[in-house]
């Protein structure tokens, strides 16, 4: 058995400044993404699940339908399993319609001229993507209690709520301990990966040009985001 | 009248619960701002979590990193009795520093252990400082009392292990409470969970200590941090380190020996100011016009001077991966003294943690030891004995532009 809490937009070094101790492990560093021309979240998710790069066949699907990618369920690792649990993981299985609102609320946020509606379109943007982190643990927490032999749960919160509010470092760092928190509370093996991290843009965060990785079990150095197929299935199916 | 304050430092290993413990204590008290208090809950409530005081101390301590909030009332929390600083911020990065700086101001601390998880290494270290800076108001918390089902039996078994290793470094601690930082038991109000434990709550406790520091600071020990040129007016910026300045105080520039008299006490927006007490950072202006410059130390003429020594022993607590040498050069820092020093000898050197005597005489002192180390500088510098000056008597020492480690000087000489 072996876990995978996959984190959206966690960055290395907000991990190492707040010192979230579950966060790391006990090994821990920055994957190497430097294969990828952009840190995009559908393109390294794709590549991570089928330890291949994908990102020509998602940005040829175009800016819009590339957010509706599915990646059929014998082309990924997980297949290897025989009952893995994939918990809203963007190109397999994401909630399309919760992240669709997002994206919808993002635009808004950044169209939108009168400050006193923005700050209004920021709540909304917030609320719901904490309505859905509060949904997505407690079904994890339910899968953890379940008979899989693979566990994944995606974690989408840093990221959304990083983009409108990472200059909000208490914010960021509560964020981050309730992460941290997650990861305590799973047993056995474990792996902690983003797609990418997080750097400021004013008030703002954009994508930074690495990822995040850490184990319980051996160190990685510096992976790329496709070596983690192998590294599951040879950890937990000695494959 | 001001009201009384007390100095007091938390100190133990860092999951044992020091954060909790603290904003615990500031909720309990009402000393929280209400409206920080209800900005976290309402985070904590988005990301489906009961308000914990670990998130209340992040969100304070950010913004005390970010420069948002230097407001005093954050540090502070009180009792009907007094105010209570903690000087130690949890999470702080500069730890040796902190420690040693920190603890050495103290006037009382609590040293925090998880009753689930007993003494660990770090507790050690931290109870080993305390010992070295002579801490004699103690209180040990047994904390997670909620986690051993409030049980009699754990709490005197983890008691009397913590006891026997404090008895072993000196320190007996004046009271040892069972607590729950996080349910609020025994931290302001008694624990209905434990009707075995009779002695007092966290701040009862508190209140029984004494005030140790001097109130008029004893002799007059004010360091120079800088000089600046205001409209025509040399200001010098320093800190009242020990005792109190007063206008028209007959004083003695160190190390020059030169005389003079504090014409004016320079306070933004303020005139005719008089004193400054101890632990004042403050601008005065001299009667001459004389050589100072940062480092100096000026003293009241009538009083004793600290002395000039180019060579210092101390205890010296080492927290750095790379080890300290005999034979190589560092920076002694003491006040607003920065002087580079020998190491000339390192003895009795021990292991912090199980407290055994690795050698009597050593070449090297490694992470996480202590040791009697002699020190030697090129040209004298101003210090005292701990004992009886603390603010020049302890010292951080920086090696390759790092604090490695921190300590207290016990003898002058030469």
Redesign the interface.
Known sequence: MITVIAIDALEYTLVEEF?M?NLKQDYYGRTDISEFSEPRTMVLWSSFMTGENREAEILAKGDKEMWNTRIPHEETFFSHFKNPFVLDLPGYNYDLEQHRRERELLKEFFEEKDEERKREVRRKY??NA?AH??RV??RFFEALEGDYDFVLGYFS?ADVIGHLNFGN???M???Y??LD?IVSRVEGKKIVLSDHGMKAVGAFGDHSDYGFWSTNFRDLGRPRITDFKRIVLQEALGE | MEREHLKLVIVGHVDHGKSTLIGRLFYDTDSLPREKLEEVRQICEALGRELEFAFVMDHLEEERSQGITIDTAQTFFKTAKRDYVIIDAPGHREFTKNMITGASQAEAAILIVDVSEGVQEQTRRHAYILSMLGLKQVIVVLNKMDLVGYSEEVFEKVRGHTLDFLKRIGINPTYVIPISAREGDNVASRSERMPWYTGPTILEALDTFKKTERRDGGPLRFAVQDVYNIEGKRIIVGRVEAGTLRRGDKIVILPTGERTRVKSIEEFMREGVEEAPPGKSTGITLEDKLFVDRGQILCRLEEETPKMVSEVKGSIFWMSSEPLQVGESVIFKCSTQEAPCRVEAIERRIDSSTLEVIEESSSRLENREVGEVTLSFASPVIVEDFNVTPELGRFVIEKEGNISGGGIITRLEG
């Open positions: 010192n101790r917030n609320e904490f982190h509060r643990k407690e919160v470092r208490s914010l760092k509560m964020i301990r309730d928190d």
